[in-house]
């Protein structure tokens, strides 16, 4: 029988100190549900006593969820703690996590304390927090650090004192996966009453880790995970949900298990990047765009033969189509026939060899081949040039007083159609034209601007990522105006749609 793992997400709270990446509540309300739907088990909702702001966020999104336990923040101070419980005081289920630094660098240096003086604070802050939930997690901040004697202490006198869950945080993402591992062993063996609490990691990114680390302790006893979707959070970030959920359901032999429906992971990834504005890179583990992307010649034939070969996850199993084969110059015959065989082409020996030495010159001038390219090799574009939309005419009216407004011209087949429509924002509202005046319906998945160079003259290139029948188009564009290479993107991506 497995056991189980409780997935405590804390997008909501750690991940939203993230400079600039601030949510208002409704936002927060969006996330909240998606976290439920996903099937998170623990949702830290916020630092209820550091504004106005974050006390209604909790609030609020304790009406608006109620299958996950909804948890708020404190410091060890009666304050803070009395605030969180009124913020809870609509939860289903609620949990106040109170804590206090247990390492020698926050007593002696930012607490200006002792190590006997800690431990009395900690059970003072868990006792009261018990007046109000019965539900209490207790964290030892930078217990990374803390020598592993006097955590066990901390942790024992805790537990006695009503704590239901206690978090060993790696809060300066200092510990090797070893370490974090064998700390977490060394409680489970030397806490006498171990067995009335559940330990959990909660560990940063410092040194690119945080997975590891989480992993360690997981196998070693630890039966709480503190993530964040996207790994996002303070400093270079948290351990990342989709890891070390997908980590484990990889691993067959690790009879642990976690409620998380991971065929929702991509779609929540993406919701919790738009709303931040913070784009996921594209080499991201588990929901980067090239998770499940194969340039490589060899890699291609391999996945085309059996996905097994270099996918060790099921795209579909995190809410991913499929497995995408991108044409390089690195590309082999059999990534080239099957791309072709898609677009209506079935060529063999010879007449395959002769279109693969022109794909490579191709190949050698452009850092992707599209399906026109490809068509022009095999000499029949014919069909796509009749049906290729190009931007004719692009006007914009936006400001701070005047509701956006866009007007497009496309030539379709040939003929000329325009449209104007508004929207929140001028990429908005031309996106908006656009898609009257063609006939797939698509949605937007991803959007993403980045400077090539520096300066306000800048070339802005634009990636935009589509979805038709549930398939993934992508479009690129650069202009030193943006809203043009948005929509050029846009316009580049739809052209992609067989």
Known sequence: MSDKLYIFDTTLRDGEQ????????????????????????????????????????????????????????????????????????HAKFKRIHTGIGTSYYHIHHKLNSNEDEI??????????????VEDVEFYAEDAGRTGNE?????????IAAGATVVNIPDTTGYCLPHQFGEKIKYLIDNVKNVDKAILSTHCHNDLGMATANSISGILNGARQAEVTIN???????????????????????????????TRKIFKTSRLVSSLMSMPVQPNKAIVGRNAFAHSSGIHQDGVLKN??????????????????????????????????????????????NAVYEKFLEVADK???????????????????????????????????????????????GGEEFTATEDGNGPVDAAFKAVKKLVRHKVRLEEFL????????????????????????????????????????AFIDAINKIV
């Open 449 to 488: 601007v980045q400077a090539i160079t520096r300066g306000t003259d800048d070339l802005g290139k634009v990636h935009i990522q589509i979805e038709n029948r549930g398939k993934l188009y992508y479009g690129f564009s650069g202009n030193t105006d943006i809203i043009t290479a948005s929509v050029e």
């Open 366 to 412: 452009k850092k992707d081949v599209n399906d026109e390219d490809l068509q022009l090799l095999v000499g029949s574009n014919k069909t796509n040039e009749q049906g290729k939309i190009q931007l004719k005419h692009l006007q914009v009216l936006s400001g701070k007083s005047t509701i956006p407004m866009a007007t497009v011209t496309l030539n379709i």
């Open 119 to 132: 431990i009395e604070r900690a059970v003072r802050a868990v006792k009261y927090a018990k007046r109000f």
């Open 231 to 261: 790994g996002i959070g303070e400093r270079a970030g948290n351990t990342s949900l989709e890891e070390v959920v997908m980590t484990l359901k990889s691993h067959k032999d690790i009879p642990i298990e976690t409620g998380i429906n």
């Open 18 to 89: 993230v400079p600039g990446c601030q949510l208002n509540t409704v936002e927060k309300i969006e996330v909240a549900k998606a976290l439920e739907e996903l099937g998170v088990d623990i949702i830290e909702a916020g630092f209820p006593i550091s504004s106005p702001g974050d006390f209604n966020s909790v609030v609020e999104i304790s009406k608006a969820v109620s299958k996950p336990t909804i948890c708020a923040l404190t410091r060890a101070v009666e304050k803070d703690i009395e605030v969180a419980a009124d913020a809870l005081k």
């Open 150 to 158: 006097y955590l066990a202490r901390v942790v024992e006198a805790v």
């Open 307 to 352: 996905r097994e070969n270099y996918e060790i996850i099921d795209p579909v199993e995190v809410g991913v189509n499929e497995s995408s084969i991108s044409l390089t110059a690195r590309s082999g015959r059999a990534a080239l026939k099957h791309r072709l065989s898609l677009l209506g082409y079935s060529l063999e020996g010879e007449e395959l």
